[in-house]
């Protein structure tokens, strides 16, 4: 070795001033190589889900034809771990009054989404009810749901102690293990009240980061609640809150016995602190703190709780970007008065007025199901008209609380339909009549909250009523007025044995509802499968007193001027004209009168009589069609001679309007009506009355637009 070698060594190696940087850069020469080594380690996995993507989207590119006239075509993507669809389940408790607030969290959830979802509900009779109508006419693309009716489970928990605000209900979550399928390996259990500001995927991955061990995924408690161990039950610190939770229900019941494990927290503290407060997560907490290696901890930021002394603020600083799902963990939900709640209110009112036929939309496939949607047929005259019978209507059921024992077997609801222009009619029903009611409203979504504030903040008569089913019918763009839709989701839900078949702009007689009763009593109309006719007048004063009975009603009848007539008398004498109204006010008992063409009465009847049809829709023959068939099934008619209702004047409704404005509305529905007649000839093998002169006139119409293709504009 030569001099300069030497010196060379022993400038690098002997020199002390040099002995510490070259000692660091050796030390982060070592760092930077192990973090070279798992990066790549990174880069391959991803590179190997890079590779199974493009795999994919060529497959899919294949399929898709080239040539001019082709179209874009939604690719199918396979359910695989990794992928945009792998399926996400979802656990929730929906019993008792979950279902109003439910629909906000699921609109914000799936408006995030990318992934499929299949919901488990955990449900009671009423709800499962409202979640099967609700999700059967929402239509949402790859989402699937399950229910589970938990009623026969609820003794489990019935034995603890608890005072939370939800009752036992608030206690279910811990039947879970044994209530959803032995089929379900893993679910996120949420509360419903929440807004998600992020995909539910981000959750659903997270369950690839816990242990063998872990088998509950949460996010620490935002207040010192738990902090007083002398009053709380046990906690690990702060404790843990149980509004998203990620349950690995393989793992639980594979490695613990779940039901012995909840059940000895419980009796280890109950005697000493008498009830759960908290419900289910006071029974977890305690779980966990005898047993912290059970749980994984979640980021704040997938649950940030807005009670009454969070401490979310230190969760997301400054920055509303850091929130991914808001709990509304509060009583007082989203009144609650903290700070920056006026923000997060805000996000969750915006979904509260979303638009839910929106999410019928997606832009990418993971299943080969194909959801219904209506295309226009040019060539048919009255396809708007079809659509109605065509378009799934979302329809939410039992939006308030609703609670009827029936009175006995002769009991009657007023079945009624309307929108939300006609909300003042249904303050005044509630006035005279005091039973039941089912009443189904074609509203927005953005409606929703002021139908809510009207019932809760308004009507000193709605406020208190309990024996009021509101059902909601979502609005949808390509159909006109589903009168007849609507008057079949009232029908529906009625639940005593009979019905009162009325309009909503009609005001019944003072006590007419025990009436009613009387009279089924009297006659029992079922069996002998009678209707009752039930006399319809009319004023054309907008302010004037409702006559309390039938003598004051015929008082006003008989005085010059008379400001009460006969319904329709002069317009269109046809509709009621069979009730023989010169009979009615004599007549002291029930008597029988025929159908006549275009009868259209108001009726009570048994709840098993036909459905309407759902073909009219809009103004014109939608009553008139019930009753034809309610003639060819052999319905009799009796007109009870001591009850009325009286029709107020309002403004017109936009499809009335229409009718008389456009012969297409006209020539359209004596199309539907020939079209009626003849499904009902089929049907029934009985031939009624050929169809009126103006209906001949619009048919002819009708067949030379067809012949001669001309299109709708040039039509006056």
């Not at 030497?6 to 850069?25: E, S, T």
């Not at 006026?342 to 509260?352: G, P, T």
């Not at 006109?480 to 019944?508: G, I, K, Q, S």
Request: with cysteine.
């Amino acid at each position: 070795m030569n001099m300069r070698s030497k010196n060379l060594l022993y400038c690098l190696f002997f020199r002390p001033w040099l002995g510490v940087p070259f000692g660091i850069g050796i030390a982060v020469s070592i760092v930077y190589y192990w973090w070279l080594l798992s990066r790549i380690s990174i880069l391959e996995s991803q590179n190997k889900v890079f590779k199974t993507q493009l795999r994919l989207s060529q497959s899919v590119m294949k399929q898709m034809s080239v040539d001019s006239v082709s179209q874009y075509e939604v690719p199918v993507i396979p359910d695989a771990v990794g992928t945009l669809c792998e399926t996400v389940h979802i656990a929730l408790v929906c019993m008792g009054k979950c279902t109003r607030q439910i629909t906000s969290m699921i609109k914000s959830l799936m408006h995030h989404r990318q992934n499929p979802i299949h919901f488990h509900f955990v449900v009671d009779t009423r709800s499962h009810t409202t979640i099967n109508k609700l999700f059967d006419t929402w239509d949402l693309p790859d989402v699937k749901y399950s229910c589970y009716n938990a009623e026969e489970h609820l003794t489990q928990v019935q034995w603890v102690p608890n005072s939370h605000y939800s009752g036992v209900y608030a206690l279910v979550k811990l039947l879970f293990p044994d209530i959803l399928p032995d089929t379900l390996s893993q679910a996120i259990v949420l509360d419903s009240d929440l807004t998600f500001l992020c995909d539910v995927a981000e959750l659903w991955a997270l369950f690839r980061n816990m242990t063998d061990e872990q088998f509950i995924g949460l996010v620490e408690n935002e207040s010192s609640w738990y902090l007083n161990n002398q009053k709380r039950w046990p906690a690990l610190g702060r404790g843990y809150n149980t509004g998203v939770m990620l349950l690995d229900l393989k793992k639980i019941r594979t490695t613990t016995d779940w039901t012995r494990l909840w059940h000895d927290a419980v009796r280890d503290n109950i005697g000493r602190l008498k009830q759960t407060t908290l419900a289910d997560q006071d029974v977890i907490n305690a779980i966990i703190k005898s047993q912290p290696r059970y749980v994984y901890n979640m980021s704040c930021q997938y649950n940030v709780q807005m009670s009454t002394h969070t401490l979310a603020k230190n969760c997301y600083g400054e920055d509303s970007n850091n929130v991914k799902i808001i709990h509304w963990n509060s009583p007082l939900k989203h009144d609650i008065n903290i700070r920056d709640a006026s923000f997060f209110r805000d996000i969750h009112r915006s979904y509260v007025n979303f638009d839910g036929n929106l999410l019928r939309e997606k832009l990418h496939r993971c299943s080969f199901i194909e959801h219904v949607t209506v295309k226009a047929n040019k060539s048919d005259l009255c396809s708007s008209f079809r659509a109605a019978q065509k378009v799934k209507l979302r329809t939410h059921l039992y939006y308030a609380d609703y609670s009827h024992t029936n009175a006995d077997s002769f009991d009657v609801t007023l079945a009624v339909q309307l929108s939300m222009d006609r909300l003042q009619f249904l303050d005044r029903l509630g006035h005279y009549w005091e039973g039941p009611l089912s009443v189904a409203i074609y509203i927005a979504d953005c409606e929703v909250e002021n139908l809510w504030r009207f019932i809760r903040d308004w009507s000193d008569t709605l406020r208190d009523r309990k024996n009021i089913g509101y059902h909601l019918v979502f609005k949808h763009d390509k159909v006109h007025y589903p009168v007849n839709y609507l008057r079949n989701v009232a029908l529906e839900n009625v639940n005593t044995p009979y019905v009162f078949l009325m309009d909503v702009d009609f005001v019944p007689m003072a006590g007419l509802y025990d009436h009613l009763r009387n009279a089924i009593q009297l006659i029992n109309p079922y069996p002998q499968k009678k209707c009752l006719v039930i006399a319809a007048f009319e004023t054309q004063r907008y302010r004037t007193s409702m006559p309390r009975n039938k003598a004051a009603l015929v008082s006003r009848l008989r005085a010059e001027p008379a400001d009460v007539q006969p319904f329709r008398a002069r317009v269109w004498p046809r509709g009621h004209r069979a009730t023989n109204y010169s009979r009615w006010i004599t007549a002291t008992a029930p008597y029988e009168v025929e159908w006549q063409s275009d009868y259209e009465p108001y009726l009570v009847v048994h709840r098993s009589v036909p459905k309407y049809d759902t073909r009219f829709s809009g103004f014109g023959w939608n009553k008139v069609s019930h009753s034809v068939e309610l003639r060819a099934q052999g319905y009799r008619l009796a007109v009870l001679p001591g009850a009325f209702v009286l029709h107020t004047p309002h403004a017109p409704s936009q499809d009335i309007t229409a009718f008389r404005a456009d012969p297409h509305y006209r020539i359209c529905l004596a199309l539907l009506k020939q079209e009626f007649m003849e499904d009902l000839r089929k049907k029934y093998n009985i031939t009624f009355e050929e169809p009126s002169k103006p209906d001949q006139v619009y048919l002819a119409e009708a067949k030379s637009m067809i012949y001669n293709q001309v299109p709708d504009q040039e039509v006056n």
